[in-house]
């Protein structure tokens, strides 16, 4: 699928800052998913890690994760190399709803049913096209409510 990023820019206004957070496997992963959100006109925000040398996934996910829940940003975006490790560090953040996402249905039910803020990818599991495209999905949807409210509040 190929991204009309002037068209999805300007229907993502709203949201102004994304974080971003990934370790060396997400690295290349992250740079393009960045470029992407700056293209459509939205602030990205850079959490690290700025190579491809080895560092510890926890401290990204962290990072993005507390700078979520503090309000600094709207949305966060983390990525590893399977997205398991990002999804377990940053869901210990208390009011995080992290949603690691292979594609880019789930990624879309993640924001409608269950209110996911961040979402993680595995770089090292699907390929930047199907990443491109859950980003999109992810920033796309917005939150259902009704049903979904009480079931998301107990989380």
Not at 12 to 32: N, V, W
């Amino acid at each position: 699928m190929v991204l009309n990023f002037r068209v999805w820019g300007r229907l993502l206004m709203k949201l102004q800052k994304i974080a971003f957070g990934c370790d060396h496997a997400g690295f290349a992963f992250k740079e393009a998913l960045k470029a992407t959100v700056l293209r459509c006109g939205m602030d990205a925000v850079d959490f690290g890690t700025t190579s491809d040398d080895p560092v510890d996934y926890p401290d990204f996910a962290k990072a993005v994760a507390k700078a979520l829940v503090a309000g600094e940003v709207e949305k966060g975006v983390l990525i590893c190399g399977t997205g398991i490790g990002m999804s377990m560090s940053a869901n210990r953040v208390n009011g995080v709803r992290a949603a690691l996402c292979t594609n880019s249905e789930m990624a879309a039910l993640s924001r409608l049913h269950n209110n996911a803020n961040i979402l993680v990818l595995g770089a090292r599991v699907i390929d930047l096209a199907i990443a491109q495209d859950c980003l999109r999905a992810f920033l796309e949807t917005r939150f259902e409510g009704g049903r979904h409210s009480p079931r998301v509040e107990k989380i």
